[in-house]
């Protein structure tokens, strides 16, 4: 079965700096997608960023890139220039025959 | 476009109670999963439907149910509540039911059982 690992249960970082979040997945399939979605403060569960597991390059939103190792099965999440509203729960995910999230990690952001 | 709706967004029931939860997609979206979000386990997927079809189920008790109407709108009931069945319930539609589909949410509905 697949299974979605967020190792840092919480984070923080400095307005403005970077900041990297871990994600490891294990599936047995090769063609899949991941996804990094953020959750903010009572506020509804939005897209981050997409990965195509067939595609070596990767992907880029603005301040958000990943960086997907498909064959450690590794897809982190970069922040650069962090913001305050970037202060989020943000959850991993891999989608395959069906979602599959990790346990999210609370991104702090300090003024 | 107006966005995943999900009705109640607060539910307190007791023990034994059961409680339907329903989700209104975003117009044209066909597919429609459901997600139980607790502290400390992340999102654990329910099922999912498309054009009426359960295509997916997760590792869930059979209290747990669901259906999606013809216009694509779902609901998901539980059956005899149990305390651990407190938990923040996420809809989310996606206009296909293939993988690379971005998933859109709701804002959830907030169980609380007693």
């Known amino acids: 079965a697949q299974t979605v690992t967020q190792s840092q249960p919480e984070m923080s970082v400095q307005e403005a700096e970077t900041v990297t979040l871990s994600c490891t997945y294990d599936?047995?399939?090769?063609?899949?997608?991941l996804f990094w979605y953020k959750q903010p403060p009572s506020r509804q569960m939005i897209l981050v960023i997409r990965?195509?597991?067939?595609?070596?390059q990767n992907a880029t939103e603005n301040r958000f890139s990943v960086n997907f190792q498909k064959a450690a099965k590794s897809f982190s999440l970069k922040i650069s220039d962090s913001q305050l509203g970037d202060a989020a729960m943000y959850f991993c995910?891999?989608?395959?025959?069906?979602?599959?999230f990790g346990t999210g990690t609370s991104l702090t952001v300090i003024p | 476009k107006a966005g995943v709706t999900q009705t109640p967004r607060y539910l307190i029931k007791t023990r034994g109670q059961q409680v339907t939860l329903s989700c209104s997609p975003i117009?044209?979206?066909?597919?429609v999963s459901w997600y139980q979000q607790t502290p400390g386990q992340g999102l654990q997927f329910l099922f999912e439907?498309?054009?009426?079809?359960?295509?997916n189920k997760g590792n869930f008790p059979g209290r747990f149910s669901g259906r999606q109407f013809s216009n694509s709108r779902s609901e998901m009931n539980v059956s005899t509540l149990e305390l651990g069945d407190s938990a923040l319930y996420l809809c989310?539609?996606?206009?296909?039911?293939?993988?690379?589909?971005?998933?859109?949410f709701g804002p959830g509905t907030r169980l609380t059982v007693l």
């Open positions: 990965q195509e597991a067939y595609k070596q």
């Open positions: 989310a539609s996606s206009f296909l039911a293939e993988s690379y589909n971005e998933q859109f």
């Open positions: 439907y498309f054009s009426e079809t359960q295509r």
């Open positions: 995910a891999y989608s395959g025959n069906q979602f599959y």
């Open positions: 117009s044209g979206h066909r597919s």
């Open positions: 599936t047995s399939e090769s063609d899949y997608y």
